[in-house]
């Protein structure tokens, strides 16, 4: 049996000079064989957009119409875009597109924004050319202005950087190669997401937006801001990066995303329209223009998928215009326009303030006292856990199609491709799918476009690497591993694993297949035997297959530690959700909704039954609390972690409780109150307990009130000791007591928390008595100087792993004759340098994107800048130049040209050039080539 | 003080030769100045209509796209208009106007009819002329086709003929003037009414529809028609119009007015819109088809104010075709296309059939066993009354209008004008206005448009008033005589009455008034002494004037009979309405409903506190049942009707039961189960206890399953005697037993039936206690041979009743000198000639509408045709030509052009030698100016 590997990878480090600080992306197109002229990203359009004329001397009330599609959310994303089971929510995307058309047409002085690109995609197809036309006219005048513009509006709390990134693509992509630079989104819009990750500013001002608008952050917050005029400011979201590479002007809006109450004209609202007489004393705009600093102030005209019929609003806003402004010739100092996030960002530009500057996150968000949507970050940790594993097989896909060449879409097992799982993935990231926050059926329905994606990808593997390894024999998947389910090495006495690993360097990693014996042998490709162990674990027979390394320091610490906690605190304690039954508030646990009804958890067993097994590859402890609690305490030979694979449910709730099941490290490190998240998987935050870094916070949830969502990983340290867990999905964490760290595992709820979704979060599962979840986390135990160089390597491994494909039969006598072994780099990257995306962008191109993954200060050695050699990257293809994008890959990197802004801290000028009197409402550019040859 | 009267008409019969039977109606547009070429009713449009092709030998199934917007219901007029409050019911008809006109120019083959010109007019005057271009276009092309067209659905139950007649020529005159041939409907459309009236049938036929569809019929009738094919039938609507004059072709949808089930694409629905995999199975059209007898079905797409958003509707229609259609070439014989009701009509005229005929009317409509829809007869009988009366000053308006000139409109009391009452007054013709089955704060709504179109009628009657006597001082007119308040007569010694006879005879009228003295003496233009009478009546003083005839016999026995009644089952008894507990159903009393919890009576009192007044001008028998039910039994000297002024309210309803307060008369009279009632105030119905003439009935509500709707009387005979009860408004009446009638005149009730108004039926009145209303009713024994002659003048007299208008001040002085007395007739007409309108049509012409009042048999003189002089009709305007026009006046009477129908009785062919060949769908013919110079 052979082991398939890439490990032969060979460090070369040359060439690629950058003079960019640590953390920065590398976002590159390659054009493999110079078909430069090909990448007319940006058109030849001229952007005809002028925004309309503001009043200097009035107040200017920017209306901007919109509405707010969920990519899923009560109704599955095809429920939305039809219209179907209006019962469940009356939506029907498709129709707001035409409908908005219509009246777009109908008046130019009329403005509207699209944000979701996976519903205008799909619309935009099914137009015929006379409609494209049209739309396209609007997009050029700026009547119809894209914003945000990726697939969807992704989670902040709960997505990792690599699939954001990979969504934003997406969407931009298409709306770049359908209307070149003018429908390039100038404005983030990331109205409805329950809290706001620095790291999606980053990655925001890194894809070239202007600017950023939200609507909900923390009402402490909120109040705060609105009382120092302080709802709009430059967020330097990031430590690493020189200003203003990362700085995004970032706006509060003043009504979330909806319009002023008694202003919704929508068909779903039931406010009075205008009528003949205008009775239009109901609204002082005088009260929003006091929260704001210039002379503008916006209005957002729309809401959860409002405009499907359009005429109802439009034609109430067009009688509101007209009989606002019609006062001005009676001295009235107001002023309302219809506008576009982008035009009223220019006039804040204008206005040429100066800015405060915010430089850390607005997690967690609450909307009132009792009431912190902390529950979110670990709300279906199932599907949470499956959208992170299929973004690590969509990059294996992506790397095998450019690896494989066009066989890999076409070939012996029929026609793949990395597109079903890239457009499931971009879906999956909206802020009700890998939130958990969506109902079951839809929950169910994210699952199934992604498990249609992995087959698509399947077969896409399977091409490339019988390309690869001119092999045909069928290939299997095994996705069910993590249950020890895989019919070819259960029903087979031989077969045939490859391993394929998307990182750029070599990695260890363990194999466990259930077997159908007791004696097996484990060959590399050239024959080597590799150590295995058949073991009985569980009920399901394991084979191990693990590079072997030396076991260094730390390990026994965890294990005790852990079985410390065991012994002393139970190790699975839980809370039981409030069920909204209390004197301070009525607010129950839900999807959103964190809310203990008690500080102290519950213990779950102040025993656990144990297995232990010690062999040549494993050393474990399983241990059993409860009936739906047990754990695997894990180390492997040659691994310095420590691995805790949890098994969590059915949780029950026949006492009427909901539960919400953490796991908690005690240790004796002296944190002091602090602790650290990641933001979105990349860098990290530091977190104080009952403390915000901007506004006096009055704690009223002693545990909710300290979550923070973590996507890879969550420490605390002292001078001697940093412990730091690394998580294989999205999570809720928190430390509560000094030198404790807590993870929320599972959640189990009787009651819907009041926020629309109008379910309790009780995921069935399959037998309908509730849902088990098992995951694992990595534990490391090190100085914390060197806790970077651990711990960036491992959550690195953890997010993308290698993938497994099994074939059996005879053809082993093929296998045996041509041992494979491939690697697609002609060397491992240094470590600092993280293989991003190697993607086919189209049949002359490839998107890379490389990724500098230490922060600035957080390893002595890796933080340094380093450098890489693109010429010579790739062993099978020929890179014959480059071109530099911006993080999204819709714009060349040299002709980013955003605003600069005045901060509290002085300007900060754009390296390439920027200055106030370029903005992005000038004359769109027309396209220049980029193509660097070597 | 004067008495101003119209008591000298001279009577000349002459000239206006017709050969037509007896109870027609002759329209007559009398061009006073003979600008016979500004009557261009018929335009010069061609009508490019071509119904879309049908497929000869496969089921055409017609999907007709329609929106049913109510003139008022659960909102008012407005409030649909402009789609406010939509917090009770979402609908806005500015929208669906908006939309349907965008989705119509969208696709050619879209079609769409609407119905209820009350709003479209309003919207049309907000279009720009580019829009009404477009619409213009529509119509003449048969896209949009304007089916009914009345200004509203009217009510079949509770309307007087004369009043439909009027919003009919309201809303068809608009079309007509608007749109010219192409936009007259042919199809009449009653697809809500709660039940169908005979006299509604002959009116469409007299106005020149070709057929007649609707919805709502009672479900064993229903049953049986669907048993038999039967759906579809010409029915017979008069008889005393010679066949086919009164011939209607009507058709019984097969949905009500909905969409098949599963298939309603509406913003309100929640169907499953069709996506790119069609499943269509779900509907089989088959069902239907074995209804209908020719291999056309019609499918109403829409209902209840859908079409707001077009879009939704016509795109999935679209597919629908699109994807059915496409399966004929695989050998379906199911072909779908778009619609209207004129060419499935079509459809079925081509087919050639012979078809049933219908005799009697759809009522009373009951939608279940125990669901008899018997209660609006009576329901908000102040609303029945109050639209009554208004009916009543509208006429005198108009009449008024054309006597006094134009300076009625602009004259020395400013502004006035017949339009707003005449607007109000037909939308309070609706379906869910007169009828009293809206909410309440819509018959709020409505009466608050009667009064402002009685104050521009007060306006415009004073300046006429003025004119014709060249006497400008201030005149006052006292509406709330019924409850004896009027400040122009409580607060003067002297003043001045006129009195306007709106009749074209001479007419006997009680005038009561309040006064603050106790002797008066009451002069007659010339100085007659009138006699009159000061008397304490019920706390309010009143004064009689009264023209004395001699009394004759059958006074006594009614006073006997009614005594009787007090003494023995009470006067007033009422039903305590069902409350929805019981075994058989759970259906209540409600707006529309009527549900006894008993088939017995309850007796309000078996005695009653009675007071007598006998003089010169009238002896009274005042009876107080109960604190809320009394009643003044009055007989006026020279009068030989019996007056029943009763006064009910405010019902109690302390004892949780709704009550139904009828009044029952009960004689000797051998009626053997038949009783008699009106059709719309017109021709007379046969009704029979537990009968219905066209299926073997099954009685399931023996008192709600007897009631039919009375709009000015109801009568029982024996070969002796008749007595016939004549009505103020129009209420529920039944005879449950020989010899009685009974009359239902006030409800109130405690739960709502179910049928969508939402609340229970209990009036709160002024005080919130509970609403009192007073009415009265006229009662007349007679042989039955001369019931007519005396039932019909009665009627008359309470539906067009005299107007008062009072002077007060010093101006008595110039009263004296100028003695005012005139008559817009040179002479009564005969009695059989009801002088139905006379109103100004423009500047140069008038509207004319002569009425034969007597049906067929009922009077041996009066049944018989009678001619009138036209030329010397009026007084004081010199009629220079006329031209007969339909009922209507929309239409030139000789260009009529109906379609002929074989029916079971053999082929009848208009006189104005209509063929099949001739149809609805030729060109549109040029404008022929008619006018006969005389």
């Keep these: 049996v052979f082991s398939e590997s890439v490990s032969d990878h060979v460090i070369r480090q040359v060439c690629l000079s950058s003079g960019d600080t640590a953390y920065r992306f590398f976002t590159l197109m390659l054009p493999l064989l110079c078909f430069c002229h090909r990448y007319d990203l940006l058109s030849l359009y001229f952007l005809l957009q002028s925004c309309p004329a503001t009043q200097p001397s009035m107040l200017n009330v920017h209306l901007v119409p919109h509405t707010h599609d969920d990519v899923g959310w009560l109704k599955t994303v095809d429920q939305y875009y039809y219209g179907d089971r209006n019962d469940i929510q009356h939506a029907g995307v498709q129709y707001i597109l035409d409908s908005v058309l219509e009246q777009l047409l109908a008046d130019p002085t009329r403005r509207f924004i699209y944000v979701e690109t996976a519903f205008f995609f799909r619309w935009w197809r099914q137009q015929d050319s006379a409609t494209r036309k049209a739309v396209t006219m609007l997009v050029n005048e700026g009547r119809l202005e894209f914003v945000n513009g990726g697939w969807c509006m992704s989670d902040e709390a709960t997505t990792h950087y690599s699939a954001v990134i990979d969504q934003m693509t997406l969407g931009l992509r298409f709306l770049n190669d359908t209307f070149g ?45 609105i009382r120092d005029k302080d709802m709009e400011m430059v967020w330097r979201a990031s430590e690493s990066l020189t200003p203003p590479t990362a700085d995004l002007f970032t706006g509060v809006l003043p009504n979330g995303y909806n319009p002023p109450a008694g202003f919704c004209w929508d068909q ?43 005429n109802l609003w439009y034609k109430n806003m067009d009688k509101l215009i ?24 220019q006039g804040l530009h204008q206005a040429n303030l100066t800015w405060s500057v915010k430089m850390d996150d607005f997690f967690p968000y609450a909307d009132g006292p009792h009431d912190f949507w902390t529950g979110y970050f670990t709300s279906r940790p199932a599907l949470k856990r499956y959208e992170r594993l299929s973004n690590s097989l969509l990059q294996v896909c992506n790397q095998l199609e450019v690896l494989g ?137 394991s084979i191990m297959v693990s590079h072997c390394y030396a076991i260094k320091r730390s390990v026994r610490i965890f294990v005790s530690s852990l079985l410390k906690g065991t012994q002393e605190v139970g190790f699975q304690p839980g809370y039981n959700a409030s069920d909204g039954n209390s ?101 990290m935050l530091e977190r104080r307990k009952d403390f915000r870094p901007t506004w006096d916070l009055k704690q009223s949830e002693p545990v909710a009130g300290n979550y923070y969502p973590i996507n890879s990983r969550i420490y605390i340290k002292d001078k001697v000791n940093q412990l730091t867990a690394v998580t294989d999905r999205s999570q809720g964490a928190s430390s509560l007591q000094d030198g404790s ?45 060197d806790a970077a160089d651990i711990h960036r390597p491992l959550a690195e491994a953890l997010v993308l792993e290698p993938l497994l494909a099994f074939q059996t039969g005879e053809a082993h006598i093929v296998a045996f004759h041509f041992p494979f072994q491939f690697s697609g780099l002609q060397a491992s990257l240094p470590p600092a340098v993280h293989l991003l995306t190697l993607s086919q962008w189209d049949q002359e191109s490839v998107l890379l994107r490389l990724e500098h ?33 911006n993080l999204s890959a819709n714009q060349w990197k040299d002709e980013m040209n955003r605003f600069d802004w005045k901060t509290s801290g002085g300007i900060v000028t754009f390296s390439t050039g920027n200055t106030n009197e370029k903005g992005i409402f000038g004359m769109c550019q027309s396209c220049l080539h980029k193509c660097e040859v070597f």
Tied chains: 1, 2.
């Design 322 to 345: 007209r009989y606002v402004n019609a006062k001005q010739s009676q001295g009235s100092k107001v002023n309302v326009l219809y506008s576009t996030p982008s035009c009223y960002l």
């Design 741 to 785: 760290l807590e993870i929320m595992l599972h959640r189990r709820l009787l009651y819907d928390d009041v926020r629309g979704v109008g379910e309790p979060l009780s995921e069935p599962g399959d037998d309908n008595k509730g849902l088990v979840v098992r995951g694992r986390l990595l534990l490391a135990l090190t100085p914390p100087k």
């Design 405 to 541: 060449g066009p066989n890999s879409r076409k070939g012996p097992y029929g026609e793949g491709d990395s597109d079903t799982l890239q457009e499931a993935m971009s879906v999956a990231q909206h802020h009700d799918a890998v939130s958990g926050t969506e109902k079951q059926h839809v929950a169910n329905d994210y699952a199934k476009r992604l498990a249609r994606g992995w087959a698509h990808c399947e077969t896409l593997v399977s091409n490339a690497l019988a390309t690869l390894s001119s092999w045909e024999a069928p290939r299997e998947y095994c996705l069910s591993l993590n249950i020890s389910v895989c019919p070819a090495t259960e029903n087979s006495y031989k077969f045939f694993l490859t391993v394929y690993n998307p990182l750029s360097r070599m990695v260890s990693w363990p194999v466990r297949l259930p077997v159908n014996g007791s004696d097996y042998m484990v060959l590399q490709p050239h024959g080597q035997v590799l150590d295995s162990q058949v073991s009985l674990i569980m009920a399901a027979s």
């Design 268 to 310: 779903s609202c039931n406010d009075p329209p205008i009528r003949d007489d205008p009775n239009l004393e109901d609204y002082n705009v005088d009260n929003v223009a006091k929260m704001y600093r210039t002379n503008h102030i916006i209005m957002t005209m729309g809401s959860d998928f409002q405009y499907e019929n359009a």
């Design 583 to 683: 004197a301070d508030s009525n607010q129950p646990s839900g999807a959103y909704i964190f809310r203990p009804n008690s500080s102290t958890p519950i213990i779950v067993s102040q025993t656990a039954k144990t297995y232990t097994l010690k062999n040549s590859v494993v050393q474990e402890v399983q241990q059993e609390f409860s009936p739906w609690v047990s754990q695997v305490v894990r180390l492997y030979w040659g691994s310095r972690e420590l691995e805790l694979e949890w098994t969590v449910g059915p949780i029950p709730v026949e006492d009427s409780l909901g539960k919400e099941v953490i796991t908690r490290l005690d240790t004796n490190i002296n944190s002091s109150g602090y602790f650290y998240t990641d933001s979105n998987g990349r860098e």
């Design 181 to 225: 630079a003018c429908g390039r989104p100038r404005v983030a819009w990331h109205i409805d997401p329950f809290g706001h990750a620095r790291e999606h500013a980053s990655m925001f001002a890194q894809m070239g937006y202007d600017g950023f608008f939200f609507g909900r952050l923390d009402y402490q917050d909120k109040a705060r801001r």
């Design 853 to 885: 993954q230490f922060q600035v200060t957080e390893s002595p050695t890796n933080s340094q800048p380093v450098t890489v050699n693109l010429k010579k990257l790739f062993s099978t293809l020929e890179v014959v130049g480059v071109s530099e994008m």
